[in-house]
């Protein structure tokens, strides 16, 4: 359970990001550079893809040590007070 919840955080928060990171990038690509063919650059993608895995991966590593203490717990205590 503590995993599946640490999954779902990982998932909605790296692809809340990759999102804003694409639209800062582009904003950012036109103020500066003043064109956008930069931003259509396949590395641009490959490093958003990469940081949403990385932030998946966190996620769930972050979410081990509760899921491991609620193992070692009566499922009904874990449930109540951690």
């Known amino acids: 359970m503590f995993m599946l919840k640490a999954l779902f955080l990982g998932v909605a928060a790296s692809l809340v990001g990759g999102v804003l990171s ?9 103020l500066i ?15 958003i893809i990469a940081g949403v895995l990385f932030g998946i991966v966190t996620s769930l590593v972050g979410g081990m040590y509760p899921a491991w203490k609620a193992a070692n717990m009566r499922p009904l205590d874990a449930l109540r007070y951690e």
């Open 22 to 30: 694409l639209g800062g990038g582009f904003v950012v690509n036109i």
């Open 33 to 47: 550079l003043k064109e956008s063919s930069y931003f259509f650059a396949p590395s641009n993608f490959l490093y």
